[in-house]
């Protein structure tokens, strides 16, 4: 699986949109881009994953280049309960395994 | 029911003590895993189990002992663990493994396990 880059920590003013970029230069053309977040002390939660159309769901937007080797993920009116690590996942679609394969993340912090 | 449950929640054990993770989900999913993850690290992929068969061990030291009885239900069994074994211990399903789809992996609060 591909490898991602993200930025260590970002802050964002609750009500605005929080703008979470992912680096993934190396993604492969059968590699999907997944979204997961942790709050503090609770499990990962999924929150959207795309091959190369944009995608929305209740949650989020996730916007892919391209070229497919950088992705965006937009939350459009952050709120102080977004407050988390993001993690940006690339994946095979269809391969043997099912594996996720966590980064470092981002942390966000959205600021009252 | 979206939920998967872990129990305990918190878990205090000696390095000579024999104890277990428990993980359940009642959304008919055939694929359940086992993450490590250490203070602000991500989590780490130990064990994933498919129609209740182990299909993958990240080479996870034996002293980790896994177990599916059945399709809703997982163990982590534990004995003779290291300090360095404290860690938040998620577990997590998926509808299927391998079979050609993409889908997501619901996770379980986790069981914070401290060894001492």
């Known amino acids: 699986d591909a490898k991602t880059t993200q930025p260590t920590s970002m802050d964002c003013a609750e009500g605005r949109a929080a703008n979470l970029p992912c680096n993934h230069s190396?993604?492969?053309?059968?590699?999907?881009v997944y979204w997961y977040r942790q709050i503090h002390s609770q499990g990962p939660q999924y929150i959207i994953h795309?091959?190369?159309n944009n995608e929305t769901n209740e949650m989020a937007s996730l916007i892919i280049t391209e070229d497919r080797k950088s992705s965006t993920l937009i939350l459009p009116h952050a709120t102080l309960r977004d407050t988390a690590v993001y993690y940006c996942?690339?994946?095979?679609?269809?391969?043997?395994?099912?594996?996720?394969?966590f980064g470092t993340g981002t942390l966000l912090a959205v600021q009252p | 029911d979206t939920e998967v449950t872990q129990t305990p929640k918190h878990l205090v054990m000696g390095m000579t003590n024999k104890k277990s993770l428990k993980c359940e989900q009642h959304?008919?999913?055939?694929?359940m895993y086992w993450y490590k993850q250490k203070a602000k690290k991500p989590p780490e992929l130990m064990f994933v189990y498919s129609y209740e068969k182990l299909s993958i061990n990240e080479s996870v030291p034996s002293r980790f002992s896994p177990e599916c009885p059945n399709s809703s239900l997982l163990n982590l069994h534990l004995h003779a663990l290291q300090p360095e074994d404290s860690a938040l211990y998620l577990c997590?399903?998926?509808?299927?493994w391998g079979t050609g789809f993409v889908d997501e992996q619901f996770f379980g609060p986790g069981t914070r396990l401290t060894v001492l």
């Open positions: 190396t993604i492969s053309g059968n590699e999907y």
């Open positions: 996942i690339v994946r095979v679609y269809g391969g043997a395994t099912n594996k996720l394969i």
């Open positions: 959304m008919g999913h055939r694929a």
């Open positions: 795309g091959l190369k």
């Open positions: 997590a399903s998926s509808q299927d």
